[in-house]
């Protein structure tokens, strides 16, 4: 019996490490989602986003959803929604989107008031160059802060030096404990390593007024 017990213990002890060590990219992959934009124009486009409210709102980058005229949004299990609702709008020194698809009790990211230092950790979530890539997970460190691009019309961007692709666009930037931290808008072109987002505190600014917005019906 005794021996049992110690078995018992070791199990679990054995099985906590690795569900430990794999939460946190599983966390953020499972509530990374793939957008496909067919666009007022006739042109189409991808991008990525993830869920903050578990009755499926989506936020994104404001480009991706940009003159969209429709949008189908794809989970990490793969299940198809079409948006009932998208938004993007002009905050300052931002560019963020939200999708509304309707369902319930789907996997949530919550945004990270805490305080980044250079070098910290980071993982970038995102669907590179279509549906064959979806939740693409890279690793890499804050490389610097308060950047200003004026070729992406935004200032006070955040730099990380994990990889991204076109694709990921509207992904977020989690630390280690899989919170976000910011949402990824651009790469330098030519530069591989160069990530671009928007901050965590912008981020949630743009969410705290589009559900306000919402409340009071500005929002259809």
């Known amino acids: 019996m005794k021996r049992l017990i110690i078995i018992v213990c070791m199990l679990m002890i054995v099985g906590g490490c690795v569900f430990n060590s794999n939460n946190v990219p599983e966390k953020i992959v499972r509530s990374t989602v793939f957008v496909e934009v067919e666009s007022i124009y006739g042109e189409f486009w991808s991008g990525s986003g993830f869920i903050v409210k578990e009755d499926g709102l989506i936020m994104t980058a404001g480009h991706v959803v940009n003159n969209a005229k429709t949008i189908r949004v794809i989970l990490s299990d793969g299940v198809v929604f079409e948006a009932a609702s998208f ?18 009790n ?9 305080r980044l230092k250079l070098g910290d950790i980071v993982y970038i979530c995102g669907c ?36 991204s692709w076109p694709g990921n666009s509207g992904g977020p930037i989690c630390d ?4 976000v931290v910011g949402i990824l808008i651009s790469g330098m072109y030519g530069c591989d390593g ?13 969410l705290d007024k589009y559900l306000l917005e919402m409340s009071f019906g500005e929002i259809k």
Request: net charge negative.
């Open 87 to 104: 938004y993007s709008k002009d905050y300052p020194d931002a560019d963020i989107g939200f999708i509304k698809i309707e369902a319930n």
């Open 128 to 163: 590179p160059f279509g549906k064959d890539l979806t939740q693409t997970l890279t690793k890499g460190i804050i490389a610097g802060f308060n950047r200003d691009i004026s070729e992406l019309g935004s200032k006070n961007l955040l730099q990380v030096d994990a990889q």
């Open 176 to 179: 280690e404990e899989g919170n």
């Open 194 to 206: 160069i990530s671009l987002c928007t901050t965590v505190n912008v981020c949630i600014v743009a």
């Open 106 to 114: 789907l996997p949530v990211l919550r945004l990270s008031k805490e």
